[in-house]
């Protein structure tokens, strides 16, 4: 990976990156990288620095070039910021905005209370988020919950967008057609292995959405062909008494033409207006988080836990085979957030809203 330096000013050549961070706890690893806990010190900031060995990357250069150029481009409250690049004979080290609230799941399973309104005003930060790679010709391709953290531990914390290691920057001319990103998450016209847009990733929305408000996925088998055949047909339900109260048109539209973008989404009522409910759902969503998505499932390179338990000491020295059958216990969701989230299945019915992502990151 020689480099010209004039060429990358960006990318500040060291002889040893500890000579500027103290290097503190791994936060996880990757196929070609680990990222460790750093604190600065000049300033005493805390990043979470990338750590990717050159060595192990050898022949695929272009993936972390990718990221890099991807990240480079974009500054949104809502997204994990690039704050550096340092480069030695054997690594690069990028730099990351360290969040240290813990992940999506963590957060609203440890909460005792949680509601629809708290569900939308998530999917409403992600959908601005989205929307603004999506204006800068940018596709995540592998919008998750894993990747969604929440910035601190504060209550009303905002919530971040990571992991830009799939994500692609739109080109006039071009077409995507890569299969890339995680089972469960990936839109229709991926698996098909047809040419894909941008509305991958409100498809992926769409599924977040829906797991935000019942807990449990829409699309599940631990048989990939079987979970894949479902996500092709766009084959999925609202059980009663979860979405009793939900309205008919959809977000999970299977065609990707009458999918509603992002910022389409952002003007539907139940995101731009008052009609979610502040009814108190976590016992019934929390159960079935726990019960259908546990942490060895969700957990990732970035381990947001590790940092959370950082902070928290600082704080302390300083003063099923088949779809997931849900419990009949829970409580009904508004019209609204069914019309959010509701896929047509009989093609009559143009859906009112529709969100796609998706891709298929077989690790």
């Known amino acids: 990976m020689a480099r010209d330096k004039e060429a990358e000013p960006w990318k500040k050549q060291v002889n040893d990156v500890r000579d500027l961070f103290h290097f503190k706890e791994l936060l996880g690893t990757g196929a070609f990288s680990e990222v460790v806990l750093a604190q600065e010190k000049q300033t005493g900031r805390r990043f979470a620095v990338k750590c990717v060995s050159k060595r192990a990357l050898k022949g695929k250069e272009s993936s972390v070039e990718n990221e890099i150029a991807v990240l480079r481009r974009i500054q949104h409250d809502n997204i994990v910021a690039l704050e550096d690049i340092y480069e030695t004979v054997d690594h690069l080290y990028l730099v990351m905005q360290l969040v240290s609230g813990g992940e999506l799941f963590d957060r609203i399973v440890e909460k005792g209370f949680y509601t629809e309104k708290d569900a939308s005003s998530l999917i409403r930060q992600v959908l601005d988020a989205v929307n603004y790679l999506h204006r800068m010709g940018i596709v995540h391709r592998d919008l998750k919950p894993e990747n969604l953290l929440y910035f601190n531990s504060q209550d009303e914390s905002k919530i971040m967008i990571s992991d830009f290691g799939l994500s692609k920057m739109e080109v006039s001319g071009d077409v995507m057609s890569t299969a890339c990103g995680t089972p469960g998450y990936v839109a229709p016209e991926v698996l ?29 088998d631990e048989n990939d062909s079987k979970l894949f055949q479902q996500i092709l047909r766009a084959d999925f339900e609202f059980d009663a008494p979860y979405w009793d109260d939900i309205s008919d048109s959809s977000l999970m539209e299977k065609d990707p033409i009458r999918r509603f973008s992002c910022e389409q989404a952002l003007t539907h009522p139940w995101i731009a207006g008052d009609t979610a409910l502040c009814k108190n759902i976590h016992e019934s969503v929390s159960r079935q988080i726990r019960k259908n998505f546990a942490r060895s499932k969700w957990r990732q390179a970035f381990n947001a836990t590790a940092v959370v338990r950082h902070m928290r000491r600082l704080q302390l020295a300083s003063g099923s085979p088949c779809r997931p059958n849900p419990d009949h216990t829970g409580q009904s969701r508004s019209s ?7 896929t047509v299945n009989d093609g009559d019915r143009v859906s009112e809203l529709g969100f796609l992502n998706g891709q298929i990151k077989f690790l």
């Open 192 to 220: 098909a292995q047809k040419p894909y847009s941008r509305a991958v990733d409100c498809w992926s929305i769409g599924v977040i959405a829906y797991i935000l408000l019942c807990g449990y996925p829409p699309f599940y």
């Open 336 to 342: 609204q957030s069914q019309n959010f989230t509701q």
